[in-house]
C-alpha cells in the first residue's frame, strides 16, 4: 500500500464550498473509489489516494494535474482508494465524481 | 412495447437502495464520509473502503418508514469485517428503538471476511442476535438476495432467520459455497464448475421449490421494490410453535428427499411435470408453476 497526497493551487474564483459530495465506484481489482467533497480550502485542492500499487507517484500526478485544469476547480477534496485502476479509468471516474457532485444518489 | 427493465443484479448497492426506497427520503447513518474504514486490511497491504462495503440509513417505502442495508459485492464479495458488521448490526439494533415498519437486509455476500475473521465472526454473532432480538419485538425483517455474491456462509443464515426472503433466479442461498463443497467432498460429489449443478442445488428457484425462500421475482430493481412493499410490517411469530413446526418440516423433507440425487429429482417428487424445464423458465412462469403446486397440496 501506498498514500499519496497532492496539493493544487486550484482557481483563483472558485465558488464557496457548498457542503456537497459525491461517491462513485467501488474498491475491486483494477477499480477504485472516488469521493469528492466541497469543503474550504481557501481555494485550493487536497487529493489523497491510496493505493494498493506502489511506485505510480508521476502516473498520479498527471492524470490528477490534467483533470484538476480541464475542470478549473477550487475549494475540493478528493479521496481515493484504489485497487490498481488504469489510469483511464481514474480519469473517468474522477470525471463520473464531479458530474454527480450536487446531483441526488443514484 | 417492452417496459425498461433496470438489473437489479448489475446495480451497485447506492444504486440499488436509490432504485427501491422512495425518491429523497434515505438518510444515510455512518456514511462513506465519516470514513470508518477497516482497521485490519491496511495492515495485510489491501485497500479499504469509506463504507466498508455496506450502506445503512433508514428512509420511506411506499411512505412506510424503514431501516435499510445494503451490502456492496463488489468489494470484497460483500464480506462481512468488523465495521461492516458493526454497521449492520447496529441498523437492526436500532429497530429497537425506534420501530420501523421492516428492517430491509439487501444482501449480496460471500459471508465472513476472512481477512478479518475473529471480529467478522463476533459481528456475525451480533448481527445473528439483534435480528432475533428485533424479530422477537414483532418487527419484520425482510431479507432480499439478487446479487452477483448470492447469500453465503453467515450471511445465508442471517437471511434465513428472517420473516421472509425476496430473490430473484439470480441470487443464489447456501451455507457452504460451491467451490468449499468440492474442496471438501471431492469434485465427484460436486463440481464447481458445472454451473447448471449448482443453480439447482442452490439457486432461488430450488430454494423457493423446497420452502426456503419466499417471493421469486425477476432480475428488476422495480420488481424487488413491489416484492419487498408488498411485504412491510408482515412480521411471522417466532415461539416455540413455530420453531416446532419448522423442525417437523425439515425432518419430513429430509425422510422425502433422502435419496434424491439431484434437484431435478426433488422437483419431480414435488409433482413438477418436466423438471428439465424449470431452470429456463421466465420468473412469471415459475409463479405459476409454483401456484399450480401448493394449490395441489392444500
Known sequence: MERLEFRFAGRA???????????????????????IEQVDLGGECLVTVDTSINGFVETWESVLRDFMERHRLGNVRVSINDGGATPAVVALRLDQALANLGKPPR | MIPPRHSYLEASARARLAGILDAG????????????????????????????????????????????????GGFMGGAIGEVHGAKLAGLIER?????????????????VRLHEANAGLIAMGEIQRAV???RAAGIALVAVIGGRNGCYGGTSIVARSCDVIIASEE????????????????????????????????????????????????????????AIAGHI???????????????????????????????RDVWARLGVNDPDRVSDIEADEFNALVDALEGARR
Do not use: Y
Open chain 1, 13 to 35: 474564483d472558485a465558488p464557496a464550498a457548498s457542503d456537497g459530495e459525491a461517491l462513485v465506484g467501488v474498491v475491486g481489482s483494477g477499480n477504485l473509489e472516488v469521493m
Open chain 2, 25 to 72: 427520503t434515505f438518510r444515510e447513518f455512518c456514511g462513506p464520509r465519516a470514513r470508518q474504514t477497516s482497521p485490519h486490511l491496511p495492515a495485510l497491504g489491501m485497500p479499504v473502503a469509506f463504507d466498508d462495503g455496506i450502506v445503512v440509513g433508514e428512509g420511506r417505502i411506499d411512505g412506510r418508514p424503514v431501516l435499510i442495508a445494503a451490502q456492496e
Open chain 2, 95 to 111: 429497530a429497537l428503538d425506534i420501530r420501523p415498519d421492516a428492517v430491509v437486509l439487501l444482501l449480496d455476500s460471500g459471508g
Open chain 2, 132 to 134: 432475533f432480538d428485533a
Open chain 2, 171 to 226: 441470487g443464489r442461498l447456501s451455507i457452504s459455497g460451491p467451490e468449499v463443497i468440492e474442496a471438501v467432498e471431492g469434485i465427484e460429489e460436486f463440481d464447481a464448475r458445472d454451473r447448471a449443478l449448482v443453480w439447482r442445488t442452490m439457486g432461488a428457484k430450488h430454494r423457493r421449490l423446497i420452502g426456503e425462500i419466499d417471493i421469486l421475482v425477476r432480475d428488476d430493481i422495480d420488481a424487488f421494490r413491489d
Open chain 2, 233 to 263: 410490517g408482515d412480521s411471522r411469530p417466532m415461539d416455540l410453535d413455530a420453531l416446532e413446526a419448522e423442525h417437523a418440516r425439515l425432518v419430513d423433507r429430509l425422510s422425502r428427499f433422502r435419496d434424491a440425487a439431484d434437484g
